[in-house]
């Protein structure tokens, strides 16, 4: 597929991932519709910092109101479907409005798209949705684990796009991407609240120190979302877009902490603990598959990774409270 002119939606494009996603489509030629969810003060989340905003064509609605998605899906001819609450710590307190964004969101997209005939539907996943491994490399196959309400939700929007390819034929992929980082993320995640208390000189408080992880680079993280959809042979197939490579939340906060270069402690501070059966351990991504079907590897080691993304907080540090726990 070449993307020079494609019509395009990205929805949750004014997020971390939907953000890089959007510009990485208006780099390529395409015809981007960014939707970013609705607010009074007009604000566009993280396309409001783009250099490539007036190059996007900006639209505001709600993922849960079925007449805003097929007003913005009219006219598109490939659908990327990022708009979720993604917050585990925060499912935990309010679990239902995950529910209605995570699921009724991705079924009104679907929706949308049978009356739409849309050519393409990209629904994102979460590595979240396997839990704590039960064989690692995590290949595809690997069972689902509702190990927190916000990963229940996301196993139920999965299945609920798999559904639409198998009943109504429907061309939806599934990306699923393991933990990416880089510039724009959110506090709420593991890595900015290392940088951020970091570059403060504080003391580095977290949740688990023991849980593994695999990170990839958001600009991998697109690359991945745009290869699945260009490829005819990933649909209604699900593909890993992971590094393949693990690292304990403790060795990452020591790694930050020796790119920063500051001394720092590293400790665990049990209110950001998960509930004992509902953290995930370990996660390492089997990514073969994602590389026979569509041709994606990561490019980005995480060493280089880690720098640019210290770099950009180090210049916008604006916003972040390394003091508070962000929920």
Known sequence: MSWTGKRVLVTGAGGFIGSHLAESLVRAGASVRAMVRYNSGGRRGWLDESLLQKDMEIVAGDITDSGS?????????????????????YSYTAPLSYVQTNIVGTLNVLEAARRLGTERIVQTSTSEVYG????????????????????????????????YYRSF????????????YGPR?????????????????????????????????????????MACAAHPDAVGKTLNIGSGRE???????????????TNVRIECDEQRLRPAASEVERLLADNRLAAETVGWKPTVTLEDGLQQTIEWFRGNSKGYRADVYNV
């Open 169 to 180: 034929g429907l061309p939806v992929v599934t990306v699923r991407p393991f933990n990416t």
């Open 132 to 163: 704590t491994a039960l064989f690692v490399p995590i290949s595809e196959t690997h069972p689902l684990q509702g190990q927190s309400p916000y990963s229940a939700s996301k196993i139920g929007s999965d299945k609920l796009a798999e559904s």
């Open 69 to 89: 998605v097929a007003s913005a899906m009219q006219g598109r001819e490939v659908v990327f479907h990022l708009a979720a609450l993604i917050a585990i710590p």
């Open 185 to 225: 993320q959110s506090a709420r995640a593991v890595l900015p609240t290392i940088i951020t208390q970091c570059l403060a000189g504080q003391t580095v408080r977290l949740g688990s120190l023991t849980p593994t992880r695999d990170l990839n680079y958001v600009a991998d993280t697109a690359a991945g979302f």
């Open 247 to 261: 690292i304990s939340v403790g060795d990452l906060a020591g790694l930050v902490a020796r790119l920063v270069g």
